[in-house]
């Protein structure tokens, strides 16, 4: 059985959550061939996948929303990356249609969201399956004009499929289609907390390191903001946290989740696999505001309900008052169950078979 997997481009947080289901499929059926077709870079794969092995097929199949920065988007860029995708679709569809068929083996599709995984699909008479927490519809018709007809063509692919896997923490994702509900949808840490704790020379108190972590496209953080918390270390992948006594950059080959049992607190924008992560290991988030994406105020609300946090304006993160020294606010529903992963890679088993 050969599983393809159309994973989005747009962020780390797509791949993330297809790492943690392929995972826990490959465990199920480790005779089964996964194939990623993305965009993401080869050393976020790599070091999402681990142990788990895959082959690559290096296509771009959708835009998501081009970014200004790490907390901003851009309508009219991501408007005219479309249409440049637009004229690249129909060649690299035949391309991957035709190397699917040379491969001579049974066959399921997973999206994790590219809308263009239907035609694929729908190409080779091949079951389709998505992955989702929304879909680039209802990220697209707030903007109204071009993108909201944009909404309309992707929701009409996205009708195409077998069955959603419908992560929580979700937009709405009125498809039509067999659903299965899912719980988190994250890997685990990989590396031992005691060893990695001495490599970064951390504290033992857990409380006083804190994670900032801001996607793919980083914060550019102020080097100065850190030294307003001296009592606190802080930790992640931007480059000036290696320039400042209580910085700690994260090794190329350590995850953000991997150190997330040795911290308090995590700094950082509205993200699914951020959040599904965090929640995961009992690490409380310091939200940023975020504005003009649909999924910012339902990942907000969610974290209200279903994680201990602080909620920070913007000015707030570009001045140093990151709130560390006031108490966590409780979860208003309390916890999420953790087993999304595995119960995603089971119905994908079943899918599969029948």
């Not at 009592?231 to 190329?252: I, T, Y």
């Amino acid at each position: 059985m050969l599983i393809y997997a159309c994973i989005s481009s747009h962020g780390f947080g797509h791949g993330s959550r297809t790492a943690s289901v392929l995972a826990e499929l490959a465990a199920l059926r480790p005779d089964w061939r996964l194939v990623l077709s993305t965009a993401l870079p080869d050393t976020f794969l790599t070091l999402a996948f681990g142990s788990v092995a895959y082959e690559r097929r290096p296509h771009r199949w959708d835009v998501g929303m081009v970014q200004a920065n790490a907390l901003e988007v851009d309508p009219g860029a991501t408007v005219q990356a479309l249409a440049r995708l637009d004229r690249e679709l129909d060649a690299r569809i035949a391309e991957e249609v035709a190397w699917l068929q040379r491969q001579g083996e049974p066959l399921l599709v997973l999206g994790d969201v590219p809308p263009p995984a239907a035609r694929i699909a729908a190409a080779l008479g091949a079951p389709l399956a998505w992955l989702a927490s929304f879909g680039w519809d209802a990220i697209y018709e707030p903007f109204g004009g071009a993108l909201a007809q944009r909404a309309q063509a992707c929701r009409e692919l996205y009708s195409q499929g077998d069955l959603l896997l419908h992560c929580p923490l979700s937009l709405p994702m009125p498809w039509g289609l067999p659903e299965q509900e899912l719980g988190l949808t994250c890997s685990r840490p990989r590396l031992d907390p005691t060893l990695l704790a001495a490599q970064l020379g951390l504290p033992a108190e857990r409380e006083r390191c804190v994670l900032i972590s801001f996607g793919g496209l980083g914060l550019d953080l102020d080097p100065s903001l850190p030294a307003r918390w001296p009592d606190h270390v802080f930790l992640g992948s931007d480059a000036a946290l290696a320039a400042v006594p209580n910085g700690r950059l994260l090794p190329p080959d350590v995850r953000p989740l991997d150190v997330m049992p040795l911290v308090g607190r995590l700094i950082t924008k509205a993200g699914y696999s951020s959040f599904c992560e965090a929640f995961s290991q009992g690490v409380g988030i310091h939200l940023v505001e975020r504005h003009g994406f649909a999924e910012a105020p339902v990942l907000e609300q969610a974290l209200r309900d279903h994680g201990s946090h602080r909620l920070l304006r913007r000015d707030q993160l570009q001045t140093g008052d990151w709130e560390l020294d006031q108490p966590l606010l409780p979860a208003r529903l309390g916890p999420i169950r953790d087993d999304g992963a595995s119960v995603a890679a089971r119905s994908l088993a079943a899918l599969a078979e029948s």
